[in-house]
């Protein structure tokens, strides 16, 4: 009977979490299905690993857009 | 794609060497028959003839039997053209890359992140221009510029990851991974910049505008392709993701407010939205796992990563100049104008 083949296993919703954090820099998250930020907004992650904002002047809260690394400096870009 | 029209002798031989029926049916070895020449940085014939014998290892071209990739004379114009290359380039970029390496043997991550602000530093912003006075047909022309490189997105960087070893080849997938798409081909990268193109009235098959790329484009492109057409430069390759990394995610926020201010759809800047934040965290892979575990597996590496990376911004650097010298005397950038875009 087709129909009632189950799956040998059960996907677990487990957090494999890892967290790096970058100096100067966001904390890069591995492992994560949703972030959840201080208001209580929950994101969801799609990517391989995140970079969540640190330095709290990214426009793209709670993501990492670096403009950390223009922080004290003078606005220039390349690109 | 269609071969792109020649541009002088060197392409002209290689163009009419690729058209000839069945490479290596005979026993004849043939040869493209170029001269050695200095000064290809600044031959767009010669760097065409370069683009296209690279080219056989992405795309291909219509009508032109795919075995000639291996062809004797494909693989000796080839070599010479890249040899011509390398000499230039490395006589220009030894000095700096000698100048980087005692403190980036100190501190590597910091000496990378540095380098946009050092190398190639007071070439103009093209992402500036694009969210202060970009017109629609300099964001079109922008994109035709940007198409040589964006539309085989990652694929260059991918033939690095034979060629390095285990925790450097597994970090670089990590970001592979997600330039692909993270499993969605909807989201693939170059896919979202095929959307970009269309968006706003332009062929998205690749090569579509290639006799329309002035020289830096195509120096920029056989630049990426010497390196990752050869193991030894594998290193270089992972300097040069770097630098891209670390170039996209301000410029990409830059590009998304021209957009917007031209009051584009939202498929001709998804592209760069996506870049925001992915290359945010990109950047710190790269340079933090990829470089970093590369240059600690193997300190050996670090002055051809540094090349690829120095490299890079320098190229690029020579875009932006003469995108924004055109642009800003309100002419185009492009060899060939496009025709007028009349929005539906």
Known sequence: MRGDRVPVAT??????????????????????????DAQGVTHPVTRPVVALCRCGASQRLPWCDGVHKRLGKRETSTG | ?????????????????????????????RTVGLERSPGITNDEDRLLALWVLQGLNYHGYSGVDPEIEWDLAVVQARTQLEAELEEEL????????????PEARRDLTGTLFSLPDRVAASAPSMSAWARSSMTAEQWREMLVLRSASQLKEADPHTFAVPRIPGRAKVALMEIQFDEYGSGDPSALHSELFAQAMTAVGLDHSYGGY?????????LSNVTLGWFAGRSRWAPAVVGHLTMVEMTSSLPSKFYVA???RLGLPEEAWRYFDEHVEADAAHEQVAVRDVCGALVADDPDTLPTLLVGAVAGLHVEGLVAELVMGAWEQGRSALRIPLHPWVAA
């Open chain 2, 1 to 29: 794609m269609h071969l792109p029209q020649p541009r002088g002798p060197s392409s002209t031989a290689v163009v009419e060497h690729l058209r000839q029926p069945s490479p290596g049916s005979d026993a004849q070895l």
């Open chain 1, 11 to 36: 996907p677990l919703p487990t957090e494999l979490l890892r967290l790096t954090e970058c100096e100067d820099g966001p904390v890069l998250v591995r492992g994560a299905r949703v972030v959840v």
């Open chain 2, 210 to 218: 290639a006799d329309t790329w002035p020289a830096p484009v195509l």
């Open chain 2, 258 to 260: 021209g957009a917007r």
């Open chain 2, 90 to 101: 490395l006589a220009a970029f030894t000095p700096v890359v000698e100048e980087l390496l």
